[in-house]
């Protein structure tokens, strides 16, 4: 029996999930990037594979089957996002969408004022 319970070892897979595939893959990308130190070329991969990481995300918070894997991915996907734990509130305790409805509703205002013209 191999490491993942499966009865069959002759899986095109290491040990750790790896198929020869992608270790080509790796090869591969390493010859094209031997400028950078192997530290340099793990973060370019890990950049490459960011926007398919974020789609994973993205797809686990819609459509995992287990309440809590989406409710994780999606903490996950507002944390990565710049988006605040609390009250939603800016610095000033204002709403972050409040400034740009305050320039919309001023915007109006003066039109209906006549202090623009459309």
Request: net charge negative; no cysteine; charged share 30%.
């Amino acid at each position: 029996m191999d490491n993942f319970g499966n009865g069959d070892q002759n899986l095109p897979f290491d040990e750790f999930g790896v198929s020869d595939d992608d270790l080509a893959a790796l090869k591969m990308e390493r010859e094209m990037l031997t400028h950078q130190t192997p530290v340099q070329q793990a973060r370019t991969i890990l950049e490459e594979a960011s926007p398919m990481a974020a789609l994973q995300l993205v797809r686990l918070a819609q459509m995992a089957t287990n309440e809590n894997v989406r409710l994780r991915a999606a903490t996950e996907i507002l944390n990565r996002t710049g988006v605040e734990k609390g009250d939603g509130k800016n610095e000033e305790g204002k709403e972050p969408w409040s400034d740009l409805f305050d320039k919309v509703v001023q915007t109006v205002e003066d039109y209906a004022n006549g202090s623009k013209k459309g």
